[in-house]
């Protein structure tokens, strides 16, 4: 019975240990996280990947603690951590992969969270650089999660770099269309809108004559935090335009 009662008290306070090992790591770990999110010194990208990373590593040594706790030799548990992680490596290259393009993303700054950027053939708004994965609010809306690896392979066009962003509508209308009356309807509603920036005067022109129907090309200008805003407007005053005034399309 004595024995009994030994054992049993041996594995509670085995157990008591590993519950205060995993909820204090886990408590840490949020903890530290929050406090790289609020940091002032660091920008968003940053303190977005960083958050991650402080988080994921402070989880890992909770862990590594945890089993130490079940007695596990720190030799032994380094060797087969080794193994483990030689073999784990080989299979998770592209995980590496992503975790390494994560570090070039933040460091080198190709694209903050915030910014209007294509990825991918992608376009959206960052939302969160993490670890392994980059997350896009998306053009139409809907949330698309990439690959830090694959981005630091590819064309990253960043539209928020520069405070103006040139607009290109173009239109097709009958090759028999007048095409100077179609210019300046394009224009003149172009100039009338208020997102529309009037340093630039914008312009159009007739830039294709295919078959049966000729294309007006408008060029005009926007902040580029309009930009969205400004096309969606745009677009949809010149159709109303044209079709007032008649212009068949093709």
Avoid: C
Wanted: charged share 15%; glycine share 6%; no cysteine.
């Amino acid at each position: 019975m004595a024995n009994l009662l030994t054992a049993l008290t041996a594995i509670a306070t085995v157990i008591i240990k590993l519950v205060i090992i995993v909820v204090a790591g886990l408590v840490i770990a949020s903890v530290v996280a929050g406090l790289i999110r609020k940091s002032k010194k660091l920008d968003a990208t940053a303190k977005s990947f960083f958050a991650n990373f402080a988080s994921m590593a402070i989880k890992v040594l909770t862990l590594i603690t945890a089993l130490m706790a079940l007695g596990i030799p720190a030799a032994t548990f380094v060797t087969v951590l080794g193994s483990v992680g030689l073999a784990v490596g080989l299979a998770l290259q592209g995980a590496l992969a992503n975790f390494a393009g994560g570090i070039l993303l933040v460091v080198f700054h190709p694209f903050r969270v915030g910014d209007h950027v294509t990825l991918n053939g992608t376009s959206g708004v960052v939302q969160n650089i993490s670890i392994f994965y980059t997350t896009l609010l998306a053009d139409d809306n809907t949330v698309v999660t990439l690959p830090n690896g694959t981005l630091t392979n590819a064309p990253i066009v960043n539209t928020s770099v520069g405070n103006d962003r040139r607009v290109v509508l173009e239109y097709a209308v009958s090759v028999d269309s007048d095409a100077e009356a179609v210019k300046n309807i394009v224009v003149g509603t172009a100039s009338s809108n208020s997102l529309i920036l009037k340093g630039e005067a914008p312009s159009a022109t007739v830039s294709t004559h295919v078959a049966d129907k000729m294309t007006v090309k408008l060029n005009a200008w926007a902040h580029s935090a309009d930009y969205a805003k400004a096309v969606e407007e745009l677009d949809k005053e010149i159709n109303a335009a044209l079709d007032a005034a008649k212009v068949t399309r093709a």
